[in-house]
Every structure is written in structure tokens, then in C-alpha cells.
């Protein structure tokens, strides 16, 4: 089992950053449209995805939007962090194989344990794929906690 270990409200500090990386793979297109609902073909049929702008099957956007979320509750604030709010405005594709790096940056600590939180996604080449923004409730005090191992899920 992993731990995570996460940054309380006292000790946070502007500019401040921490990252979070996953390839985007066959399966998990399959399973966060199974999760979400969301059977867009540009995200499930290649044939149709080729007669798209895109020209190939493209993940969902909110599985970027996922990613964010998993940075920010494991990585930075980590775990404890309750979410606000979130902006995000989709700059580019991301295509099956692309591997998403999260960065985070605190931007402003607000009264109250607010804090504004950069939440940027790059693609393997570094193109920004995602530019938001976060508000979150940041904790208060310091905790490791063990992340749970997810049991093996099949697709069929």
C-alpha cells in the first residue's frame, strides 16, 4: 500500500507546486465512459472519430478534469483538501497513449483555509492541454494516510 502525506493551510506557500502523471490508456477511456455515461463516439469509435476535426478517438475532457482532482487530494494539498471550485478551459486534445503531467501551483492563500490553486495539464511534449484553476478548502492539520489499493477491474 502507498501513503500520502499533505501540506496544511499554516505551512502552504505561494508558489508552491507539486505534480501528478498517468498515460491516458485504452482502459481508462472504457471505464470513465462507463463511470460518467459519456459514450461520445470521438471518445469510443474510431470510425466515427476519423470523420471528426480530430481525426482519432480523443479522451473526455473531464478525465483531465480527474486527473486535477487526484493531484490536488494526493498530491498537493493532499488528503484533507475539500474542493471549492474548479475552472478549466480545454486548449488541446489528448489522444490515447498521451501521457498528462498536472501541475499545481498555490497561487493565494484566502481566510478561512481558502487557497487558489494553478491547475495546468501538459501532454508528453509539453503542450498545455488544460488551463484552470481551483479554489480549495486546504487542511488544517498534518496527516499521512494509506491510499487504498483499487481491486483489478476487467473490461468486457
Given at each position: ?22 498515460t491516458v ?68 486534445p489528448v ?11 498555490i497561487l ?49
Open positions: 500500500m502507498s501513503q500520502s502525506s499533505n501540506t496544511p493551510y499554516d505551512i502552504l506557500e505561494i508558489g508552491q507546486t507539486a505534480s501528478y502523471s498517468k490508456e485504452e482502459r481508462d477511456i472504457q471505464l470513465f465512459a462507463a463511470v460518467s455515461g459519456d459514450r461520445n463516439p470521438v471518445h469510443l469509435d474510431a470510425e466515427y472519430a476519423a470523420t471528426t476535426m480530430f481525426k482519432q478517438r480523443i479522451a473526455h475532457g473531464m478525465f483531465s478534469g480527474a486527473l486535477i482532482s487526484a493531484a490536488v487530494a494526493c498530491e498537493l494539498p493532499g488528503p484533507g483538501t475539500i474542493y471549492l471550485g474548479q475552472s478549466m478551459r480545454f486548449t488541446a489522444k490515447l497513449g498521451d501521457t498528462l503531467t498536472v501541475r499545481l501551483e493565494e492563500k484566502l481566510p478561512k483555509f481558502r487557497v487558489r490553486v494553478a491547475t495546468r495539464v501538459f501532454n508528453q511534449n509539453d503542450e498545455l492541454v488544460v488551463d484552470g484553476e481551483a479554489e480549495i478548502l486546504a487542511p488544517r492539520k498534518q496527516q499521512t494516510v494509506e491510499l487504498a489499493e483499487l481491486p483489478p477491474i476487467s473490461i468486457g
